[in-house]
């Protein structure tokens, strides 16, 4: 039977990487795939890994409807085995129903890979649908460390080096910065905000102690002994 699985883990967890490897495996086996992404970090139509692996990939817009393409596909007489979805916690919540829809009726695998919270520690729309109907739900192995050396479990955002806990949901970035060549150019609205992202444990995500904050707070003269 064909089942909807939901791999989840924080920014820098290897969720790309594992959904290169899984379309890698099925292929392998002879089973024909399709490939998904929206907003990955090397550009639109394509998922690429840390690593440095890439794939082409269609990309996913609001607008953009599963099941009618999956349809076309199978009307057409192309093989249709399973997808590979990925940054789907960008998905609406629509869509997920879409994928749970070719599953069930379909009988097609469906792995979908994603952030499970935004900056703000709030659900995505899509994440929180993907809990609400996945099969089953992964959570990734490959544990994100904070700079403390204790499990990432949140995602901070930091514009010109400052934490920030509120603004816009989605806005392009990367826990390696925003000065990465292959990285996609932010819109001009943004193009004068240095936005990045970090992977913080709870305790200095509930602080805002980025590594840099922490690194400043290091090097600053001891106070006085009176005053």
């Keep these: ?8 883990g924080t920014m820098d967890s290897g969720k ?54 999956v349809v076309d596909l199978l009307t057409r007489g ?6 590979i979805c990925d940054e789907a916690q960008f998905y609406t919540a ?19 890979f994603g952030i499970l919270t935004d900056f703000r520690t709030q659900l995505f729309p899509g994440s929180a649908r993907l809990v609400e109907l996945a099969d089953r739900m992964h959570t990734l192995q ?17 514009e010109n080096g400052v934490m920030v806990t509120e603004g816009d949901v989605i806005v392009v970035g990367d826990v390696e910065g925003t000065d990465d060549p292959g990285q996609p150019k932010l819109p001009a609205s943004e193009a004068e ?3 990045a992202y970090e992977v913080l444990c709870r305790q200095h995500h509930r602080r805002r102690l980025t590594a840099a904050r922490a690194k400043a707070v290091s090097l600053a003269p001891e106070p006085l002994p009176f005053g």
């Design 1 to 8: 039977m064909a089942e909807l699985h939901f791999f989840t």
């Design 78 to 83: 192309q093989r249709v085995d399973y997808l």
């Design 142 to 158: 490959v544990e994100a460390l904070c700079w403390c050396g204790k499990r990432a479990t949140h995602n901070a955002r930091t």
């Design 94 to 112: 629509a869509q997920i129903d879409d994928l749970a829809k070719i599953v069930d009726e379909l009988q097609i695998d469906v792995f979908a």
């Design 16 to 69: 790309s990487t594992l959904a290169l490897q899984t379309n890698h495996n099925h292929a392998a086996r002879g089973r024909v795939g399709q490939i998904f992404v929206t907003r990955d970090r090397a550009g639109k139509g394509l998922l690429s890994s840390r690593l440095g692996l890439t794939h082409e990939a269609r990309e996913v817009d609001g607008d953009f409807a599963f099941w009618r393409h």
């Design 193 to 195: 905000t240095d936005v």
